[in-house]
């Protein structure tokens, strides 16, 4: 099978292609580096996916290059391309997220359309729900963004829903909650807590440390997606989460545990757009994807950490 992965240099991307490469599929990928870090970090995450003789990888921008030859007889398209960031996506910004987050998506789903594409699965967020009295948070529960972010990839759902509605596209969107692990994004909050653990770098906290988060590891990320490519209902969108509802404090008493070191902590104010909680319910996904997480918080800590250890 080919398959077409947009943000292949990102976090998740990167670790997508070497997993469809490892099942044996034809892999395009295709970024455009985009400046929220740095060029060289999204280089290196794509490092073992070009040593694949079944890897191609183009740069361009969804908004600007033709996609039909890359859309050519491609069985799965997973579009995980957007502009990353809560914080960053107020102000005069806000076009940037509109341009790579809902054009960019309307872009690609008419590209879709024109080449026939199997199947398509869109990379959502958790952030679209907003907060909510209501926990875990379903798939049916009323969505209600924080932050602009949190709008663009909303609208790029109802998009995707749209184009599957009206023009029969099969597509399915996930929502990803608080994805983490190896080459997780230099502005996420683990990468700087175990960053700021090895170097004795002071560690920045939003808020008083009580919010909550249901992480998820990268490679439970990875398996949900490829398991929507293959069994997801068009037409659905599904959590994926990690199953346990965890207080931020928490979070770094396990990183003093496992890292052995003491940790030096600021508090800061709470940033706008900043949901207190989240917790998936990923009933759908365990029906229809047959999605389980299988890595622990305390071990995907451990293997985010020996990551972080061995980077410059």
């Known amino acids: 099978m080919k398959a077409l992965v947009t943000g292949a240099a ?3 991307g ?11 599929h034809e892999v395009v990928g295709l970024d455009c580096f985009v400046d929220y870090y740095p060029r060289a970090v ?7 996916a070009q040593k694949s003789p079944r890897f191609r990888f183009v740069e361009g ?13 491609a069985g799965q398209v997973y579009h995980l391309a957007a502009q990353a960031g809560v914080r960053a996506s107020w102000g005069r910004d806000f076009a940037v997220y509109t341009d790579n987050n809902v054009l960019a998506t309307q872009r690609l789903l008419e590209a879709c359309l024109e080449s026939g594409v199997p199947r398509l699965v869109y990379a959502s967020s958790s952030s679209v729900y907003g907060d909510s009295a209501a926990l875990p948070l379903r798939e049916d529960a009323a969505c209600r963004p924080l932050s602009p972010y949190g709008v663009t990839k909303l609208a790029a759902e109802h998009l995707v829903h749209l184009y599957g509605a009206n023009h029969g596209l099969p597509a399915v969107s996930l929502r990803y909650f608080t994805v983490y692990g190896p080459r997780q994004r230099p502005d996420m909050a683990f990468h700087r807590f175990l960053k700021a653990a090895r170097d004795g770098g002071r560690i920045q906290v939003y808020g008083d440390g009580r919010q909550t988060r249901d992480f998820t590891f990268v490679d ?4 949900a997606t490829r398991a929507a490519a293959e069994t997801g209902r068009p037409g659905c969108v ?3 989460g990690g199953g346990e509802r965890v207080a931020l404090k928490d979070v ?3 990183i003093a545990r496992i890292t052995g070191k003491t940790l030096d902590i600021v ?28 890595v622990s918080l305390d071990e995907g800590l451990s293997r985010e950490w020996e990551w972080i250890r061995g980077r410059a």
């Open 10 to 12: 990102g976090f998740i």
């Open 14 to 24: 990167s670790h997508l292609c070497e997993r469809l490469l490892a099942e044996g």
């Open 42 to 48: 999204k280089e290196r995450n794509l490092l073992a």
């Open 61 to 73: 921008s969804l908004l600007e290059l033709e996609l039909g030859p890359l859309l050519e007889a």
């Open 220 to 223: 439970d990320i990875v398996t």
């Open 238 to 240: 599904y959590n994926v």
């Open 252 to 254: 770094l008493e396990r």
């Open 267 to 294: 508090r800061e104010e709470t940033q706008k757009g900043d949901m207190r909680d989240t917790h998936a319910a990923t009933e759908a996904a365990r029906r229809d994807l047959a999605f389980r997480s299988s």
